[in-house]
Structures are given as C-alpha cells and as structure tokens.
C-alpha cells in the first residue's frame, strides 16, 4: 500500500497538481478553507481556496453498531485490523459480508481462532449463493465458526477475555474472544466538511449526486463512498473519472451493469451482472451453466480446486447477463464476464472463443458450454 501510494503521490507531482495537507471545510459554494493538522478552525492561517469546480472524496469509516460494550478497547474495526502488531489468539468478527468474511480467512491462516456471527441466513448475502456454498464450506473445514441469524446482544468484559453474548432461534450463547471485530459495513465520511455551508444536499448521510456525479450544486461533485454508492476502490476511481470528463464537457456515466464485486478469501469470490435469483425477479426466462473448478487442469496444478463457475443467461437470446465465480483467480478473471455483458455477448461467442490451456479461464468456456448441456469435460 505504501508503495501505491508513493505512486500516486509522483504522478500528482509529475502532473503538477498541488497536495495541501488538512481538513478542508465549505466556506460557501466557490470557496473551501483548508486546516492544517496544527491549526483549529479559529486560525487565521487557514487557507482559503477559491473554486469554480470541487470533487468531493471523502470516503467512508467503520459504521460502530450500537452494541452495549462495542467502545472497549479491544473492540476493533477493520482499520485497526490491518495494524494488529501481534496475531490475537481468538476474534470473534460481527459480520459475515464481504469484510468480515476476508478478515476471517486472514486471520485464520495466521492460526488465530476465528468466529463469524451473522444476523441474516447467509454470509455473504449480496453475492449468489451457487459461489457462497464453496466458500463457506471452506471456511468451516478451515475451523472457522459460523453463526447465521444469529444477533449480538452485547460486549462483556471476562476474566481473560471479552464475553460476546448472542441470542438465535436456538437460544442464548456466549463466545469467548480476545478480540471483537466489526464488520457491520461503512458509512460515508462527512463529519467535519460542513456541506451545509455550500447548500450540498445529503440523503440517509450520503450526499446526493446525478448520473455524473453532480451534487445539487451542479459545479460541486462527489465520487467514492462518500456519496452512499457502490462502496469500492474501483468503482470509486471510475466515478472519478466521470466527473472529471463532465467538467471538462463531456456526456460520461458509469454502466453499473458491468461492476466486478470481488471477495479476497480463500477460495476468491467474483461477481458481475445479474444473480440467477435477480435475473428472475426481472423478469427473465433463465439458463445458467455451472462448471466445477475441481475439473479444471489449472486449478488442479495449484491445489486449489474449491470452487464454480456459474453463467446466468436470458434463455430467449443466449445474451450473459451475469457471471458469478468461486476459486483461484475468481479476481482477475471476472473482467471476462463485465466485458461479455458490456458487449452483450451471448453464449454461442463465449462458447466459440478459444481459452489458453491450462488455464483457470478455460473454466469460464467452459461453463458457457454448460449453459447448453455441452461442456466437453463433464460427465453426462
């Protein structure tokens, strides 16, 4: 990460774009003051910055649920997760999304003993489920604990550890933990930007912007978490991007359709477009072909042969709208499936596509077969 951010840091110079290290705070709609981290917003040495265009990016923090205990000390979030100086013998995670499902896969792969408490029937409830199943059965064969609809009742402090109390259909439970983890989702950061000294309009604590990332002040723009969107890296940069291009007069929007959603465990998740389960909701007539990454010749090379491919396609067409990936290398290959739904690709040219062999992306061939009853490396 810092090397990334070294990165950034010699192409904003390289560009000669000026980096002032502060807070800053809406003065009005054409004007921001800038904070130093030693000054207070008494100073008179603030600077102020005059505008014509403003990118708001923010981002977001840890949402901190309101669990009685959740302010002890060794109740963290998924920022002090990433700086623990030494590897806590047990966490109990709140949360079984995307987060808290990556932090459980890390964690445990350092020999700490994980628990994930859930409060809805699945972890990893956004994504299909047909590529959940692998994971989760991983993480259990791996000894990681697994609690659905299950609620946290409150944070105790015990004897040698912290005393997570729950209660479940089942009843009551205790679980014992060193550290307690939450992994509730984020929430935009806006504290101290003052918007309503530029008239900027927010909606449920995000602020409210158009397809081009226009707030109601339409010379101000917000991209990233901080407008309540689809909160991820990429998708930040390409509204970004957006705004940008809007500036400086061109029409530009993002086609949410095509967004990679990708979860670092082991195996990886991938998901772009459509779940079998949305794409009926729609309306669709659905075909879906399914190929196991335990017959694929890569996978098997690098032990890793946990996990599926899964197409959903409108029967009526062959068009793919959606790819959905548990396995080695579900991250990289998910673009194939943003791209195929970009183009409106339909099976038939997914299916006639050659794939390098052995390859983990010969998996998604093919699954394109199997959308057909015609994948060539499955038993009938």
Do not use: W
Request: glycine letters at 8%; proline letters at 4%.
């Amino acid at each position: 990460v810092k090397k990334l951010v070294g990165g950034v840091n010699g192409l904003l110079k390289n560009n000669t774009v000026t980096k002032i290290m502060g807070t800053a705070v809406f003065v009005n709609d054409h004007q921001v003051k800038v904070i130093a981290e030693n000054q207070d917003d008494s100073s008179n040495e603030a600077t102020v910055i005059d505008f014509d265009f403003a990118i708001i990016a923010t981002g977001s923090k840890p949402v901190i649920p309101p669990i009685p205990g959740s302010n002890h000390p060794d109740v963290i979030t998924s920022n002090e997760a990433l700086s623990l100086e030494t590897v806590p013998d047990s966490m109990c995670i709140i949360g079984g999304g995307v987060i808290g499902c990556e932090f459980a896969s890390v964690y445990n792969a350092f020999g700490c003993k994980v628990t994930i408490i859930e409060m809805l029937p699945e972890i990893v409830a956004n994504m299909d489920q047909d590529i959940v199943k692998p994971l989760k059965a991983k993480l259990l064969k791996e000894g990681i604990e697994i609690f659905t609809r299950t609620k946290v009742e409150s944070i105790q402090e015990g004897s040698a550890s912290l005393a997570v109390m729950t209660s479940s259909e089942a009843g009551e439970k205790v679980i014992a933990a060193q550290k307690v983890l939450l992994s509730v989702g984020r929430k935009p950061e806006l504290d101290t930007l003052e918007l309503d000294k530029a008239g900027i309009e927010t909606e449920r604590g995000a602020i409210k912007v158009n397809q081009r990332m226009q707030t109601n002040k339409r010379n101000i723009y917000a991209v990233g978490d901080c407008n309540g969107g689809v909160m991820l890296a990429h998708v930040a940069s390409a509204e970004g991007i957006v705004a940008v291009e809007t500036i400086m007069g061109k029409r530009s929007q993002i086609d949410f359709r095509t967004i990679p959603y990708c979860v670092y465990t082991k195996p990886e998740l991938a998901s772009v477009g459509l779940t079998e389960a949305q794409a009926r909701d729609q309306g669709y007539e659905v075909k879906v072909g399914n190929f196991p990454m335990a017959v694929n010749g890569k996978a098997m090379i690098m032990g890793e042969t946990t996990g599926v491919v899964k197409y959903v396609t409108d029967a009526a067409t062959g068009e793919i709208l959606g790819l959905h990936m548990a396995g080695p290398r579900a991250t990289d290959l998910i673009v194939e499936g943003a791209l195929a739904i970009r183009l409106e690709a339909t099976v038939a040219e997914l299916m006639s596509t050659i794939h390098a062999h052995p390859t983990v992306g010969e998996s998604l061939m093919e699954a394109a077969h199997a959308v057909n009853g015609e994948a060539i490396h499955l038993m009938r």
